[in-house]
Structure formats: C-alpha cells, structure tokens
C-alpha cells in the first residue's frame, strides 16, 4: 500500500523555501538561465507562504472516475515562493487517489523544466507504485524536461502535443571559483575542517580539481539512478538511452521516434484512452472473476 507523506507540525514555509534551492538540479539549462537572469533584474513574482491542509484539494475527479493532477513549473521538494510544484504534494495526490475508491486512474499533465534532484526520485518512485494498482496517463503540455520526464517516465502511457519538447534528461551543478575576484579584493578566505572536500566550494575559496572531481562524481551517481529509471519505465536499450543523453530536448514526433514518449495527441485523445483502458480492465476484472465462479460452482458440484 501507497504510505502518505505528512508535513510535519513544525514545517516553515520560509525556512522551507529557502532550502528548496541549493543541491543538485534536473532541469532544462536554458530555462534555469533565463529564472536567473529574471530572478536578478527583480521579474519573478513571489508568492505568499502556504502550508497546505489536509482540508486541500490535492486532485479533481471527473465523472468517469479520472483524477487530474497538474505538474507545473519547476519542481522543488516542499513550497517555493517563486511557484512551481510541490513533489511532496504530487506525492499526496497520488497516495490519497490510489486509496480512493471514486479514482479509477489519473491523468497527469505535465508542462515543467525539471527541478531539484531533491524529491524526484521518490516522486517517481511513487507514479510507478500508483500505476500498479491503477491507469496513470501522462499529458505533456508545451515542455516535459529533466526531473519531470523522470518523473513522467514511469507511467503506463507518455503523450505529448506536437509542439511539446522532451528530454533534457541528465543531472547539472553549477560551482563558481571567486577565489580570484577576492584576491583582486584583497581578501584571503581560509577553511578550517576536517577533511579535504569538507569546505570545498565556499565563497572566496580556490575551486582545485579534485573539488570538481568529486562534485562530478554526485551528478554521474544520480545520473545513473535517472536514467536506470527511464529505461525501465519506457522500455528503452541501453543503445536508445545512449542517443537520448545528450542533454538536448526534441519535439513531441521526434521524441517518440526516440522511444521516449509513446504518442503524439492532445489531451482529450490521452484521456479518452484513459477511460478506455479503465474500462478495458474493468471487463477483465469481471470476466475473470465470473471465471473464479464457474470454477469454484462446478468444483462443489463435481
């Protein structure tokens, strides 16, 4: 069984947002640029703190039993005031969807550049578990990049509308070496610590090679953990992972020559086959239980 993730009493939505951001990212270059360059000429818009409720609406059900959840924006593990999605609340949805009796699947629609390798996994891992007990029908909308194709991957089905890129999949971490702009300062910064990659990267400090050594070390192991996860929820050789690594994105008909979606349509062609897949299994659940039946009346009768 699915096991809910509970914010905790004590959760900061400020203290919250602000760890949010340092780590590892899967997320489209491109973009993660342009929120930077908005981020400093003062653009982005800040929303207010939020601890959602368990009062909440975490998905919507439509009258065929379908439960739609959106992944919008980058992904962070936990609220960020500059919007997004939440993992931890995709999370929720899933786990109080698989439980409802009402949801007979779910679509998700996705239109995301990545995010925080933070939380990722474990939101994949979660889809996958969904998809087990229940139809879960990805819809990508415009761009399904880095840590929400990851995400999206492990689904029963993967479409996306013709203008939708895909891809991206791969792991980033950004390091600046200020140590120069500080000499020119004439400020020496000295670390105190107890072993030689305990400190690396701080402000002011010489970023050596084995810094970055180690620091590529992190990504290539999470790397291997993202791509072990798309080929295993799309099916793919290791011949098509190899052609897929480039860290490129591709357009929806491209993608899916790739292997990494399995459809080209728009939402409501996704959701009609949802429905039918529901109700594909449906009938397959009653015949064979009427098959139990049989079996069972004429095993007392023999």
Same mark, same amino acid.
């Given at each position: @069984? ?65 439960? *739609? ?19 931890? @609340? ?5 786990? *109080? ?9 779910? %679509? ?27 139809? *879960? ?6 761009? @399904? ?21 895909v891809g991206s999949i791969g792991v980033m971490a950004v390091v600046y070496d200020t140590s120069g702009m500080y000499a020119k300062e004439g400020i020496k910064v000295h670390v105190m610590a107890t072993g030689e990659q305990k400190g690396a990267g701080v402000d002011g400090t010489e970023v050596l090679p084995k810094h ?45 020559? %790739? ?44």
């Amino acid at each position: @069984m699915l096991k809910e993730r509970l914010i905790p009493i004590s959760w900061n939505p400020t203290a919250d947002c602000a760890s949010q951001h340092f780590g590892l990212w899967c997320i489209e270059p491109r973009w993660i640029s342009d929120a930077v360059a908005a981020l400093r000429a003062g653009m982005c818009v800040v929303f207010p703190a939020k601890a959602e409720s368990s009062n909440d609406a975490f998905y919507s059900t439509t009258p065929d039993g379908i439960a *739609l959840v959106r992944i919008s924006g980058q992904i962070m593990k936990g609220f960020s005031k500059f919007g997004g999605t939440n993992s931890i @609340m995709v999370r929720r949805a899933l786990t *109080l969807a698989a439980n409802d009796p009402a949801v007979n699947g779910m %679509m998700m629609v996705i239109d995301s550049p990545g995010g925080t390798v933070a939380g990722t996994d474990d939101a994949a891992k979660t889809v996958r578990m969904f998809a087990q007990r229940k139809p *879960l029908y990805v819809q990508a909308e415009d761009l @399904m990049a880095s840590a929400a194709y990851w995400i999206g991957s492990q689904a029963d089905y993967v479409a996306a509308t013709q203008t939708t890129e895909v891809g991206s999949i791969g792991v980033m971490a950004v390091v600046y070496d200020t140590s120069g702009m500080y000499a020119k300062e004439g400020i020496k910064v000295h670390v105190m610590a107890t072993g030689e990659q305990k400190g690396a990267g701080v402000d002011g400090t010489e970023v050596l090679p084995k810094h970055l050594e180690a620091m590529q070390q992190r990504v290539d192991d999470v790397d291997r953990f993202f791509k072990g996860a798309v080929m295993a929820g799309m099916g793919l050789s290791q011949e098509q992972m190899a052609a897929a690594s480039s860290g490129d994105v591709w357009i929806a008909e491209r993608a899916k020559s %790739m292997g990494l979606i399995d459809a080209v349509q728009d939402f409501g062609a996704t959701y009609h086959a949802l429905v039918d897949e529901v109700n594909r299994r449906k009938d397959a659940d009653a015949n064979a239980t009427q098959r139990r039946l049989r079996l069972a009346v004429a095993k007392n009768t023999a």
